[in-house]
């Protein structure tokens, strides 16, 4: 097996940095494949705190190479500044980074527009939350024809017409807010000759390179953005995101073959939370959410706002396992959730709701209680816990109860933000071996 794919099983944040930086030491190449800086991902390594937003998790590694793919959108202001923060603590070369010729830029009227449309909307039912780093206007962009990628940074002619004809597009929108005057042509053009400058060196052909790797053996992960519940197709729309974070966006968005990819690994957090506006049957609106996100630090990571929280939604998780097709089920922040001394999780929705058919929207719950948590013994034990059999037997039936429900196996368990706070089940590249 040399094909992994790491995706997010719910509304994103669920620990998908620390997992793909706690399993990249075995991988050679690190591939992001959808999304934008809308995602963040906060790593610890060596006890320091680094988010990343667009450069994958695994970055850290002297000798694993980084790819952006085709399905993203970049921000080349952002990601020079990330690159120069990783460069201060890790090596990153040029060839340790490479950029999709065909991924979009996000130029700073995206931005400017993503703003304006959710200070319109505010309070309304409009209004999704998003993240307003200009995500959703690029990849609009792109499904209208008029995006911009990457390659055409190098093509002066094509780019003047190309940025003309985009201003021309959101031109009336920017005006009602007294904006448009803030984006001509020739400014944005002397931005974009500065990011081709610097960009030159790691443009590629993601799809050949990432195809040329697997074929010679190499082991390649594919690290997702954001969770099943944000994806456009699938998820909670219109409070979705604007890419595919199923497991299906690695072939559009990479450029390979569904036979390519050999195993599936989601990432649920022990318990949920959601940003931004929608859905979200198990909520907790109570002193427990709150207890919640101070235990978890539920805040985000790109934007700082606060996270909602709740119980583990077994329903909503089985229905990303099958969206992924998911092989293995990496729960992180149990130790947060036995912090809290109690556990609750939600085994379905009253009425026979069905996720798939039904939406999230009216779902209500029904929830029941996992024994053994109130155990003040519980944190301790599962703090230093670092193989299965050392877990707490409340810990293992919580796992293996979300094991039977989803059918599928417990690949990782993280009990704390340290890269060796882990339990492996299996190597990544090996199938997974604990099944309940
Ligand atoms: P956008 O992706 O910025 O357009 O935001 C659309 C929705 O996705 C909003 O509800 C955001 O809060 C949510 N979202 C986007 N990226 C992330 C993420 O990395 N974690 C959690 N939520 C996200």
């Not at 042509?185 to 195809?211: E, F, N, T």
């Not at 053994?372 to 059999?389: C, H, I, M, N, S």
């Amino acid at each position: 097996m040399s094909t992994l794919v790491v995706v997010g099983a719910q509304w994103g944040d669920e620990g998908k940095g620390k997992v793909v930086d706690a399993i990249a030491a075995d991988a050679d190449l690190v591939v992001r494949y959808a999304g934008g800086n809308n995602a963040g991902h906060t790593l610890v390594v060596d006890g320091r705190k680094v988010v990343t937003h667009l450069v994958p998790s695994g970055c850290l590694y002297p000798h694993t190479r980084c790819v952006l793919a085709a399905g993203m959108v970049i921000d080349p202001d952002v990601l020079a500044a990330e690159i120069a923060e990783l460069r201060a603590i890790a090596r990153l070369e040029h060839d340790e980074l490479r950029v999709s010729l065909h991924a979009h830029v996000i130029f700073p009227y995206h931005r400017e527009l993503d703003g304006l449309r959710e200070d319109r909307a505010a309070g309304g039912a409009a209004a999704i939350g998003t993240t307003r780093r200009g995500v959703g206007p690029a990849y609009e962009a792109k499904a209208a024809r008029r995006g911009i990628q990457i390659r055409d940074l190098f093509d002066e002619v094509r780019l003047r017409a190309r940025i003309e004809h985009n201003l021309d597009a959101i031109g009336p929108e920017l005006a009602r807010d007294g904006r448009a005057a803030a984006f001509m042509v020739d400014d944005l053009l002397a931005r974009a000759s500065g990011w081709a400058g610097w960009l030159k060196p790691m443009v590629c052909d993601a799809s050949q390179l990432c195809h040329d790797a697997i074929r010679r053996g190499q082991r390649v992960l594919f690290e997702g953005a954001q969770g099943a519940m944000l994806d456009l197709d699938h998820g909670t729309y219109p409070y979705v995101t604007s890419s595919s974070t199923t497991a299906g966006g690695v072939c559009t968005g990479v450029g390979i073959g569904p036979t390519l990819v050999d195993a599936v690994w989601g990432i649920s957090k022990a318990y949920t939370t959601r940003v931004g506006a929608g859905p979200f049957p198990t909520r907790l609106d109570d002193a427990i959410g709150q207890r919640l996100r101070e235990l978890g630090g539920e805040f985000g990571a790109t934007t700082g706002r606060a996270r909602d929280c709740g119980w583990l939604d077994l329903p909503a998780l089985r229905m990303a396992a099958r969206l992924s097709g998911m092989t293995g089920i990496c729960i992180t922040k149990l130790d947060v959730l036995a912090a809290l001394g109690m556990v609750r999780v939600c085994v379905a929705y009253e009425d026979g709701h069905d996720p798939g058919r039904d939406g999230l929207a009216a779902a209500r719950p029904i929830l029941q209680d996992v024994a053994g948590f109130d155990d003040p013994e519980v944190p301790g034990q599962l703090a230093r816990a670092r193989r299965w059999a050392e877990l707490p037997g409340c810990a293992r039936a919580y796992l293996d109860l979300i094991a039977e429900a989803i059918e599928v196996p417990v690949a990782l368990v993280s009990v704390g933000p340290g890269r060796d706070e882990t339990i492996l089940m299996c190597r990544p590249f090996d199938p997974p071996v604990h099944a309940p």
